[in-house]
């Protein structure tokens, strides 16, 4: 059966239910998103007049909550307008319309009682074959459908998101006692591929995976700060980025999910897993009970482990449970991480750290290590499920059984004696069977350690993948110190850069030529791409400052010219370049993506020209580009300066889109040749693709374009008294203005005195002169300088 999902009705509007309607309306599926009917009357309801029967009553649960999950900040919506796509109703009126939707989630509160009740309603208006799948984060699966029909069960499952549903990419999928294993096949795939999730088929235990060792690991912290007498900024400095988490680390985390949630989830755990070894500790050390009593549950009631007073961050003192000023953390153990940068590399390093980091390294790895042992088969029977979902839930770089490799199996299995716990035989068992690790690469593939045939097999699903790291020692075909070319088969180099942040600067640029030369001489097409966790934040900006700090105007010059011949030769190279960009694509990582052929977007792919924010003007091509683009749209009998202005706004307010579906809106991406991939792990493998489509199709070296046309005189005086007036009112600074006017030269094309056509050269030329100019300027090299040394702009 070939099964579409074209509309989903989700019932229950809370955070995480408006979340998921929200990522579905993000991939372009109708959404029906329903709640219960309010019992009663609002103030300002009574006050209209309005009744209990008025459908905007009726409807005002369902409506507040999307609307609440609408302004939040991460924006749980890839663009405002996708929203349309949901449209809202109450259970008590609309729930007859989920007979035309082909997947049922229930969001509802999590009781048994609250969702059999509502399994019994959706079973009245379900029609058979329809999906049916539950978001709860704990109830036994097993329970749920009890008493239901048998299509009803044949369909149903857990299926887990992970709140923000947009951001985290964990979907546990949970099977029911009657779950067909197509239904587990299809969400599997659904999940992968048009959800952009790592889907990970879980037992029907509490907690399934990923909370199940998530909420171990936080636990177990809990009792380990106060057994090691650490404070929290001790903790959460040795469980943050240092190790490939994220920056919120271990307690500021907490304080953002919500104390109560996890104490919801822990306690769930000490009462279901009486038998678990590690059951103690579930229990909620005194401390945490003393901040539950209290409501220091975080950031939802504006104190928990830390307490923002004015403009100061709080500590709270799990000793004397009163908060202090924050107090920094360092260690020596740490120190001797700085120059790996690689986080993998580091894990060695610090277990055998002689100080109280690597005391703290070396029990809590150990405790997690053997725990995660005993969980398979409990929870389930494939080791790389647990790190899938340690990655995709909790924002871990590595999960455990990688780390465990990088540390070394047998180092690991002696931490975990030492601290008086147990490895799982089977662990034992994978060494004397001559497997030294639990992973393995081989052919660009990664194996896993199957305890029942006692061998390495593939992990499945990665066909639709390319992974860098697994033919970097294999595929690689040319390197210097920030990037390097691999060979991903049928004729498609990629380039990856690998400078700090993936800044552009001399290695970059020498790459980027390289990769063309290569690829014109002996290959069909070039991918520009990484696996990092940005694109690229833009030119090397230190270079520029050291250069303008010096005075070197010729060799700044001289670079600057470089980079604009360099994003030149995308455009007009012999081969399809096809740019695959993510995260963070800002400044010269932004000029690259809109020079290509082609971008593969991300969806999560945070977009935009920032130059501004620097005291310069794109120098890159980033202001001849805009130009070009709001030429292309000029249309006959349009305000054409309108068309510009708007282009020209986009750059001088440095608006950076917060999705790929924003790019479009701002144009630097362009619907006509630019496309969007949800899963960013099938990005390369989706760039390859379009690299060969587009060089299998006879792909022809473009034409260097003379036909743009600039607006001359009429649109440079109409944006010099914009940028007058927004001096007047205070809007922008003078040197705001300087940098605007600048601006204003380049996308008007000069003073010419009439519309002209003029080339790409011309522009580029004075976008050039413009950017160096602007370099002399005292107030740039302090907004550079302040941008380097506090990572954020300085207005000045």
């Excluded at 609307?67 to 924006?75: D, E, H, V």
């Excluded at 009245?124 to 009890?146: A, C, D, Q, V, W």
């Excluded at 994220?246 to 009462?271: C, I, M, Q």
């Excluded at 390197?479 to 690998?498: A, K, P, Q, R, Y």
Aim: proline share 3%.
């Amino acid at each position: 059966m070939n099964r579409l999902i074209k509309k989903v009705a989700v019932i229950g509007s809370g955070i995480m239910g408006s979340g998921i309607a929200c990522h579905f309306a993000n991939i372009g599926v109708q959404v029906l998103l329903l709640d219960i009917v309010p019992n009663q009357l609002t103030e300002a309801e009574e006050k209209k007049g309005l009744t209990l029967n008025d459908k905007v009553v009726r409807n005002r649960m369902v409506n507040d909550n999307l609307a609440t999950a609408l302004k939040s900040n991460p924006s749980p919506i890839y663009d405002k307008k996708f929203a349309d796509r949901i449209s809202t109703g109450n259970t008590t009126d609309d729930l007859p319309k989920i007979k035309d939707v082909d997947w049922i989630i229930e969001v509802v509160v999590e009781r048994l009682d609250i969702k059999k009740a509502v399994y019994e309603q959706i079973e009245k208006y379900r029609k058979p074959g329809t999906l049916i799948t539950s978001n709860t984060s704990g109830i036994p699966i097993h329970f749920m459908s009890e008493g239901r029909s048998e299509d009803f069960q044949e369909h149903f499952c857990g299926t887990h998101f992970f709140n923000p549903v947009r951001y985290l990419k964990l979907f546990e999928i949970i099977p029911g006692p009657k779950t067909k294993p197509e239904v587990l096949s299809f969400l599997n795939n659904y999940g992968e591929k048009f959800l952009g999730k790592t889907s990970v088929v879980a037992k029907d235990t509490p907690a399934f995976i990923g909370n199940r060792i998530g909420i171990y690991g936080i636990m177990s912290l809990f009792h380990l700060v106060k057994e090691m007498d650490m404070t929290i900024e001790e903790v959460d400095k040795l469980t943050g980025p240092v190790i490939g988490r994220p920056k919120s680390a271990t307690f500021r985390t907490v304080d953002v999910v919500g104390l109560d949630t996890l104490v919801h989830v822990a306690n769930g755990l000490y009462e279901n897993v009486p038998n678990d070894e590690a059951h103690e500790l579930f229990k909620l050390p005194n401390f945490i009970n003393h901040m539950m009593e209290n409501k220091w549950l975080g950031s939802k009631t504006k104190q928990g482990f830390y307490k923002k007073v004015d403009k100061d961050i709080l500590s709270l003192d799990l000793n004397t449970l009163e908060y202090r000023p924050n107090k920094k953390a360092s260690f020596q153990t740490l120190e001797l991480t700085k120059t790996i940068d690689n986080v993998i590399d580091r894990f060695k390093v610090l277990v055998n750290g002689k100080d109280k980091a690597g005391e703290f390294y070396r029990k809590s790895f150990a405790g997690l290590f053997a725990y995660v042992s005993n969980r398979v088969p409990e929870i389930t029977d494939d080791l790389y499920k647990i790190d899938d979902a340690m990655k995709a839930g909790f924002g871990w770089e590595h999960g455990p059984f990688q780390i465990w490799d990088a540390v070394g199996v047998e180092k690991g299995i002696e931490l975990i004696k030492q601290n008086g716990e147990n490895v799982a035989e089977w662990v034992n068992e994978m060494l004397a069977s001559g497997n030294k690790s639990f992973y393995t690469v081989k052919e660009g593939a990664t194996y896993y350690y199957d305890i029942d045939s006692k061998s390495q097999k593939k992990i499945p699903g990665q066909d639709a993948f390319i992974i860098l790291n697994n033919i970097r020692d294999t595929k690689k075909v040319w390197g210097n110190s920030d990037s390097t070319l691999f060979d991903l088969g049928d004729g498609i180099l990629n380039l990856e850069f690998h400078s700090k942040m993936n800044s552009i600067g001399g290695g970059v640029i020498s790459g980027i030529n390289k990769a063309i030369d290569l690829a014109e001489k002996e290959y069909i097409g070039l991918v520009i791409g990484n696996q990092a966790a940005n694109f690229s934040v833009g030119a090397n900006l230190g270079m520029i400052f050291m250069m303008a700090v010096e005075q070197e105007y010729d060799e700044l010059n001289f670079a600057i010219q470089s980079f604009q011949d360099t994003m030149m030769r995308i455009r007009y190279s012999g081969i399809p370049v096809i740019a695959a960009p993510h995260g963070m694509t800002l400044g010269g990582g932004c000029e690259l993506v809109m020079h290509s052929d082609k971008a593969v977007a991300a969806a999560e792919t945070y977009i935009g020209l920032v130059e501004f924010g620097v005291g310069v003007i794109p120098g890159g091509g980033g202001s001849k580009e805009m130009t070009l683009r709001a030429a292309d749209q000029f249309k006959k009998n349009d305000v054409k300066l309108n068309i510009l202005q708007e282009y020209f706004l986009t750059v001088g307010t440095a608006k950076v889109a917060t999705s790929a579906y924003e790019g479009f809106d701002n144009g630097v991406l362009l619907p006509t040749k630019d496309i969007v991939v949800v899963n960013k792990d099938r990005q390369i493998a989706e760039a390859k693709k379009h690299a060969l489509l587009m060089a299998e199709a006879g792909y022809t070296q473009p034409v260097k374009r003379k036909d743009i046309l600039v607006l001359g005189k009429q649109a440079l005086g109409a944006f010099l008294v914009g940028t007058d007036g927004m001096t007047a009112g205070n809007y922008i600074s003078d040197h705001d203005k300087k940098i605007a006017n600048k601006l204003a030269y380049v996308m008007a094309g000069g003073d010419l005195s009439e519309p002209t056509l003029v080339s790409e050269q011309y522009l580029l030329d004075l976008e050039r002169e413009a950017f160096l100019s602007l370099c002399t300027e005292r107030k740039t090299l302090e907004r550079i300088q302040f941008m380097l040394t506090k990572g954020k702009p300085l207005r000045n």
